[in-house]
């Protein structure tokens, strides 16, 4: 809206006048969130991944372990999320040159790879995926052995929590970076992290380490999911509902005291109370005469209890408040979207789940888990550990050549429909959208090995001549007989 100044001005300059229209125009919000007019302004705007990280990450980190320790939902989510991940494991399998030696000394190096001897490989790797979800990140370094060692492979994993981590060293080294505990060289990679040389928590540890340790980044695999460009460190996946989370468990200690409160029934006495038959259950005369009330004692259960005449009774019920079960629920549900798990996988509760609901939902959390499995646990994870395992096993000379070609296969989804499930894959198959390879690979299985055990079975029965019932068994009817052999029989 034109005001006075702009009046006069395109009075004298009709061209000016206009000018200031569209200039003014030029000022005005296209977004109405950025309007000076909206209070809300966000926690250090502008500021860096890396600079969140290092302002919040321990702190939140601190929480969303009291959160896994306390919670059962939470601890519920989490697990969860490690079970349709990881599973009983994703299975590496070699298919380079000496394939079949790699995968003989994988299987035999699986059950030796913790350097600490908790876990297996598969273990290792839920452990490692599950620390990640909960902390954000998490470090496994590379311990080489020994040729004498009498392992399959001389190499190690060592599963290390953030906290071995100096977040606090920052500065410059011979004209590298060092952000958050972590050398960075001129181009940005990663040179180096600076570790502790026990956990700093420990009960046992030194007080007052001056300085930690560099150790070069390849002994090292830094597992985080970023989020932002230039992120550096991981943030635990609960950030999102740790205050919702915090506010919810506030509200049902105070539901469950309130609930206390209603189970159990007081009652008020007014009047002369000189005739009780019990007045030293008063309270002293000191007592009464200061405060103004006395304590008439406990009411016994299934008794007939004589009362002074004159007195006055009021009993006090406190009453129910209603809506408490479905703001739990409602809250749920956001917790479990903020986490991305499917309600029912977080709460167990699955009265209001039906089939359609369900498989809905959970075709939208199987896309999550893949992406998680494709695009951070393996490539970031898996496959360092399987290249690192090449070049140990190349150097010790247990294989001929540096082959690192493998295939990862992920634990199968069970069937919501087994049914509809099969016949869907077959017409997809049938109508050339997909492949044997495809499907098998989307169950969890390795083409090749079942493609080798088909072959075998297939030869073993017909050795032992019962291809053909197997296929009647299959089929519901007999093989039709060759027509010289009918031909034969009537003659």
Not at 50 to 59: E, F, L, Y
Not at 95 to 100: H, L, S, V, W
């Amino acid at each position: 809206m034109a005001n006075i100044i702009d009046r006069v001005i395109g009075f004298v300059s009709p061209q000016a006048g206009i000018a200031r229209h569209f200039a003014r125009r030029q000022l005005q919000r296209a977004y109405e969130a950025a309007s000076p007019r909206d209070t809300w302004r966000p926690r250090r705007a502008g500021a860096s991944a890396n600079a969140d990280h290092q302002a919040d990450a321990k702190a939140l980190r601190s929480k969303a372990r009291a959160l896994v320790q306390n919670v059962p939902y939470i601890w519920a989510g989490l697990n969860g999320l490690a079970v349709a991940t990881v599973g009983a494991g994703i299975i590496p399998r070699a298919t380079g040159r000496d394939k079949e030696k790699i995968n003989e000394l994988l299987t035999a190096w699986f059950k030796v790879c913790d350097a600490d001897g908790r876990f297996d490989f598969f273990g290792f790797v839920k452990a490692a995926y599950m620390a990640m979800e909960q902390d954000g990140e998490v470090l496994v370094r590379k311990r080489t052995r020994s040729a004498g060692s009498g392992m399959a492979v001389p190499l190690q994993l060592q599963l290390l929590e953030i906290d071995w981590l100096d977040s606090a060293k920052s500065g410059t080294l011979n004209g590298n970076s060092i952000v958050n505990g972590i050398e960075y060289d001129v181009l940005g990679a990663v040179a180096a992290y600076y570790l502790w040389d026990q956990h700093p928590g420990d009960v046992a540890a030194v007080r007052g380490r001056s300085q930690s340790q560099r150790v070069p980044a390849n002994q090292i695999i830094h597992l985080f999911n970023p989020g932002r460009p230039g992120q550096g460190r991981g943030i635990t996946r609960l950030a999102p509902v740790i205050a919702r989370v915090r506010d919810l468990q506030l509200y049902e200690d105070a539901e469950m005291a309130r609930k206390n409160l209603e189970t159990r029934m007081s009652v008020l006495a007014s009047g002369d109370i000189s005739g009780a038959e019990n007045p030293a259950s008063m309270g002293s005369a000191g007592e009464g005469q200061a405060s103004g009330h006395h304590d008439l004692g406990e009411l016994g259960g299934g008794n007939i209890v004589g009362m002074p005449a004159g007195m006055t009774f009021t009993v006090v019920e406190p009453k129910a408040a209603p809506g408490y079960v479905e703001y739990v629920k409602f809250q749920l549900h956001l917790i479990a979207s903020g986490i991305d798990v499917p309600y029912h996988m977080l709460t167990g509760d699955m009265s209001s789940v039906n089939f359609s609901s369900a498989r809905v939902r959970m075709l939208d959390f199987r896309r999550s888990v893949t992406q998680m499995q494709w695009l951070t646990l393996i490539p970031k994870l898996l496959m360092p550990i399987h290249e690192a395992f090449i070049e140990h096993a190349y150097l010790a000379g247990r294989i001929k050549s540096r082959d690192k070609a493998v295939d990862f296969s992920p634990p199968k989804w069970d069937y919501v429909n087994p049914q509809q499930d099969v016949q869907a894959d077959l017409a997809e198959i049938g109508g050339g959208l997909s492949s044997f390879s495809e499907k098998l690979r989307q169950r969890g299985y390795d083409p090749e090995v079942v493609y080798t055990e088909l072959a075998r079975d297939i030869a073993r029965l017909k050795e032992l001549g019962i291809l053909d019932t197997m296929l009647f068994m299959q089929r519901g009817n007999m093989p039709t007989p060759p027509a010289d052999a009918n031909q034969s029989a009537a003659s």
